[in-house]
């Protein structure tokens, strides 16, 4: 998604929003640019300089055109319309260089409010709904930025988030409408961004700004109003996040740095949790679990795996009917739901569009909505009545890989704390799948181990051009996981099937050119998989097997083992999805691709 960085201050305005939209990078993007007001002279204009493509082009462009100022707005674009180009990045001026925008989002009746622009004579250069807002404010400007800018909202429909600069005022104006945005409080200086990394280096105080909030930023002090000039209130959080914590620790990639966190993320998602004799779980909800009869999860990728893995685990320990469904089909699905429903949205970031908007159609329908997520402050959490938080971290990498364990390490501890409030899930179960879970951080340190004999299988096919991914029952999920992160950082065509599907259809896929990656780790329905790796190899197939040390029979029937250590058949998928990112991270990396910020893809997708 888009990167936003303002300043207004004491340094040169240039410097530190490069520096923050190099913080941003990993929110995908095709071009960028930066638009310096020169403060307090006279009949001034604004300086602009933008580039298509990465930041390493606008920064060769600052060398030979710099940008001199201590008042400024920058942008990492991802396009939504209008094709990556210099004219289409953002910042957009008006034609008299006065007036600056930034934009995050999409307007959505951009297209009616340009016609009636170009009807008064407007003059539009570029493709971008964005453009529309420059017109727009020009339309209500009478010589008061801010008041232009809230005029010209109350005409606009979307979600977004913009900032404003005039070079006749000594201020920069902010409003958000969905799109994320946090203000970052200085020393004689101040700053507004679209995530937390690009503030560190110079503020751990921050404001995360409220839908419908607009802020008026000068180099002393920050005002928040609502759109209509009403002064409001919001909280300063304190971000504990460490500048090193969103760096890369020595790691090669953000990715493998967060695979290797994973036992710490699971300790801290954990932290606390578990109280009692080792039979119960505390996780400070709201919720009444005995006035729930229903349970929905909705999420998108990543996240929609780790709900398909809380489907079983709730059904098993809470014994309540639950449904999963991708947020993009569920909020228009017009799903039937009612006060007794629990809909679970999961999300890492909390600010998925699609998630985010399936939350609220849960809550026009009246029903009980929790938030698994990672990120404080964030739109989701604003808006949902419960949050259970996953305590993962900043998650830079955008194959997601340490949010996921957590996630399914959170549902892991719903389940429980569902089961034994409800009295489905007995003392001797409960313990036993604490005492898993209290295990699970070594378990991970074992199998990220397996790392080198991954390499070797990654190397020897990583020139394939298709996967398959099979798994059953609880470790469907991980199959299907394991495919979504080989094809979003290698590219490589991979799918999952429940492995009892071979032989209704993809069986007839099988021969030497395809791997299968195949879930045999200690289940109920072991033998079942072994038949079905017997099916595969019956075909010339190739079959890589997830397997745990103490399974002598699987190197019988699988052509490469990878060892995955043994635990609570509930509790695998937390432990087995290692190889799975591992598989993809290794194939990836030997390719030679961008690992940390694959191409099309975006950390969160805050646009439809
Ligand atoms: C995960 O590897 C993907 N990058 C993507 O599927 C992601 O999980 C999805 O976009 C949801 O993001 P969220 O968890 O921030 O809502």
Redo the contacts with the bound molecule.
């Keep these: 998604m888009c990167g936003i960085v303002g300043y207004v201050g004491h340094r040169q305005a240039a410097d530190v929003i490069v520096d923050g939209l190099t913080r941003l990078e990993y929110r995908g993007y095709d071009s960028a640019g930066v638009v310096i007001s020169p403060r307090g002279e006279a009949a001034s204009k604004l300086d602009v300089v933008k580039r298509a493509g990465k930041l390493s082009v606008l920064k060769d462009a600052l060398v030979t055109s710099p940008l001199q100022g201590t008042l400024g707005l920058g942008h990492t674009r991802w396009a939504t319309h209008g094709k990556p180009n210099d004219v289409n990045a953002h910042p957009h001026l008006s034609e008299d260089y006065k007036l600056g925008i930034i934009h995050n989002g999409i307007i959505e009746n951009y297209l009616e409010l340009k016609q009636e622009l170009l009807a008064k004579g407007h003059v539009f250069l570029s493709e971008t709904d964005t453009e529309v807002m420059v017109h727009l404010i020009e339309e209500h400007y009478r010589g008061d930025i801010v008041e232009a800018v809230r005029n010209a909202l109350k005409q606009v429909t979307g979600a977004y988030a913009l900032v404003v600069s005039h070079a006749d005022h000594d201020v920069i104006v902010a409003a958000r409408a969905t799109s994320p945005m946090v203000l970052g409080l200085g020393d004689n200086e101040n700053f507004v961004a679209s995530d937390v990394p690009a503030l560190l280096p110079y503020t751990r105080e921050v404001i995360f700004l409220h839908d419908g909030d607009m802020a008026l930023i000068t180099q002393e002090k920050i005002t928040l109003t609502d759109f209509d000039g009403n002064a409001i209130e919001r909280e300063v959080s304190t971000i504990d996040w460490d500048a090193e914590a969103a760096e890369k620790a020595g790691f090669p990639h953000y990715m493998l740095k967060e695979i290797y966190e994973q036992p710490t993320v699971l300790q801290n998602t954990f932290g606390g949790r578990f109280v009692g004799n080792g039979t119960d779980v505390q996780l400070d909800l709201k919720l009444d679990p005995m006035r729930v009869n229903r349970v929905v999860i909705t999420?998108?990728?990543?996240?929609y795996y780790s709900g398909m893995v809380g489907e079983y685990l709730i059904e098993r320990m809470a014994r309540l009917p639950v449904e999963v469904e991708v947020a993009s089909e569920f909020r228009y699905r017009q799903p039937v739901l009612d006060a007794n429903t629990l809909c679970i949205v999961?999300?890492?970031?909390g600010?998925?569009i699609d998630?985010l908007e399936a939350l609220r159609e849960a809550k026009r329908q009246g029903a009980k909505t929790l938030a698994i997520l990672n990120v404080k402050g964030s739109s989701i959490s604003r808006e949902v009545d419960d949050s259970l938080y996953i305590h993962a971290g900043p998650e830079i990498g955008?194959?997601?890989t340490k949010?996921y364990m957590a996630m399914v390490a959170a549902f892991e501890l719903l389940a429980v704390w569902l089961g034994r409030a409800r009295g489905t899930l007995p003392d001797s179960e409960a313990a036993e799948i604490i005492k898993a879970l209290r295990a699970t951080p070594h378990m991970v340190e074992d199998a990220i181990k397996e790392r080198h004999h991954i390499a070797e299988i990654a190397e020897a096919f990583k020139g394939f051009s298709d996967y398959l991914f099979l798994g059953r029952g609880i470790n469907f999920p991980t199959a299907l996981e394991g495919a979504?992160?080989l094809k979003?950082i290698s590219y490589i065509h991979a799918e999952a099937y429940a492995t009892g599907e071979m032989k209704h259809g993809p069986i007839a896929l099988i021969d030497d050119q395809m791997p299968v990656v195949c879930v045999a780790t200690a289940s109920e329905l072991y033998e079942k998989t072994v038949s079905n790796i017997q099916e595969v190899k019956a075909r010339d197939g190739i079959v890589i097997a997830l397997a745990n040390p103490e399974d002598e029979q699987i190197k019988a029937h699988a052509d490469y083992v990878i060892k995955v250590p043994q635990t609570h058949e509930l509790v695998s998928p937390v432990i087995n999805v290692v190889a799975m990112q591992l598989l993809a991270y290794e194939t990836a990396h030997r390719l030679g691709l961008d690992v940390d910020q694959p191409r099309n893809?975006a950390?969160?997708?805050t646009v439809e």
Aim: net charge neutral; hydrophobic share 40%; aromatic share 0%.
């Design positions: 999420a998108c990728g990543t996240a999961v999300s890492q970031s600010e998925t998630t955008v194959a997601s949010a979504l992160k979003e893809l950390k969160s997708v």
